[in-house]
């Protein structure tokens, strides 16, 4: 057996670290992986073709983007800042942790499009996050502003992972239950959940505390009064006002 | 019956209006650039089924050389300031949140009512696509109320929507262009390679030894690959199967259900599963696109351990 079609991923680590556009560099490597394996050049762009045409389904998702969107225009997110400046003992890790527990129990039960980085992430979950280290710790660096949002979205996919495979007619656990019965193990997709929820167990309490830990983080090094009623909304540029360096590397 | 063809035509629709919108801004430097970007993209979302393979991979090819020439620019989007929208929200509460609601309360009641109820014998929903058809309903729903409550300008939705898709960018197709690499990966046998591999580095003689390599090979093809699902039949038929299963006598629910767990912590480490890891950082403007990878690896790696240690015990030495 040859070695050679491995190069087609080495292209793609190569191209991520490089920064290249990374469509291009899925294109590059998918051609030149085709190419190395004996594959005609015809042929390769066909298969890449039909594999995108079959994958559309992945990009439906982006149709809630008008509702959001015009939600946005009439100030969702300074309503979604207001709500948790109300609330006591609204910490951040304390929303991410609610919401972990949320995602994953509707997960579980199957319903994994109900949340999602456009539908829930970034209008409702990311502005709490934020309003709340806000609330606790005054107005926030960059850095700081950062790590928050990025942790509203990792506690989303670790909710979505981590709880999906307990419900028994998802994709992964039909795969599962295909594959191994191509060996002749026949095993029941609600055998297979069953399996699905010590590592659910641990998702939780692995990320929960590093979720309450990362409140601690926050109050450590900068214990300064709190905010000022203008800080709480206004100072606070929402996404979308001010120019994204990260999508041309 | 509503398929997934129905929402193709919706989202290609969206995308068109992106596109003309786009071509008219002028306050966009690169505005022709973004027009045919999503234009690109509606033409597959409309006539990707007529286009047979060829005429697809050739259309893939345009989209990745509009991306790849860096001819995507932001557009402009007359839409409040944030001295209007705290105003706005000051006066319309906490009843804004009714409508972002309505979308994933109609999927979740609708799923339920659909699946659990003679609904489903009327055939009036494609039962493979239900929760995303009722997604797509619930988006218009959602809409129809924003129009009737807020009366904003007519073309305001689709002009926000183009706002927040143009900050995404060419991000937003890298999770189909992924798809469609791992298509070309597995044509050209780079899974059978990766597991032929595996099955060599298996040291003989310890199942706590063999357990690692199993876990750990999910986790680094699912790594490569961007998603678990072309990793798991690679390795269960390298190692799984012939080692675990049948050689050391594991269960075989433990070894499939934890091994694709174990695959799902690579899947939080790598750029490759763009949906997950890209997308959310272009969608929550990040300045460091790797950001919300490097936020998860403090819990993949613990949470790997926990899926070898199950893999070992409640697989293995507890099973027997």
Known sequence: MTYL??????????????????????????VATGLLAGVPFV?????????????????????VLPVIGVLERYGLQQQARTLIGRMRGATTGRILLAYLGFRQIFAALGLTSVAG?????????????????????????????????????????VGLFFGEDIFIAI?????????????????????????????????????????????????????????????????????????SPGNNP | MITLQWLYVLTGAMFAAFAVLSARDR?????????????????SFWFGDVLGDLGNGILVLAIVAVAGA????????LSTSIEQRVELARRLGSKLFLPALIIPVT????????????LKETGLIDPRATTLVLLGIGVLIALAVCYAWLRPPVLAPVDEGRRLMDSIGWAGILPQMLAALGAVFAAAGVGDIIGGIAGEVIPSGSVFLAVVVYAVGMALFTIIMGNAFAAFPVMVAAIGVPILVRGAGADPAVIGAV???SGFCGTLLTPMAANFNIVPAALLELKDQYGVIRMQVATAIPLFICNVLILYFAGYAWAR
């Open chain 1, 43 to 63: 042929k390769v762009l066909a298969t890449l073709g039909k594999a995108f045409n079959d994958n559309r389904y992945v990009s439906i998702i982006w149709i």
């Open chain 2, 70 to 77: 860096h001819l995507l620019g932001r557009g402009e989007t």
């Open chain 1, 171 to 243: 994709g992964s656990i039909l795969l599962i239950q295909g594959a191994m019965g191509g060996f002749g193990i026949e095993l029941t997709p609600l055998h297979l959940s069953l399996w699905a929820i010590p590592t659910a167990i641990c998702a939780f309490l692995i990320h929960g505390t590093r979720l309450l830990l990362f409140d601690r983080a926050l109050a450590a090094p900068r214990r300064r009064p709190g905010p000022s009623p203008c800080q709480m909304n206004g100072a606070v540029a929402p996404p979308g006002s001010r120019p």
């Open chain 1, 117 to 157: 980085h456009a539908q829930t992430v970034r209008p409702l979950v990311a502005p709490m996050a934020e309003a709340a280290a806000e609330k606790e710790h005054g107005d926030l660096d960059e850095d700081t502003r950062e790590k928050v949002k990025a942790l509203s979205a990792a506690t989303d996919n």
């Open chain 2, 27 to 43: 306050g966009n430097r690169k505005r022709f650039g973004n027009a045919i970007f999503w234009a690109l993209v509606a033409t």
């Open chain 1, 5 to 30: 079609p491995l190069l087609g991923i080495a292209l793609v680590v190569l191209g991520f670290a490089l920064r290249f556009n990374p469509l291009l560099v899925v294109a590059v490597a998918a």
């Open chain 2, 107 to 118: 999927a979740f009641f609708g799923t339920l009512l659909f699946n659990y109820t003679p």
């Open chain 2, 259 to 261: 091994g694709m767990l």
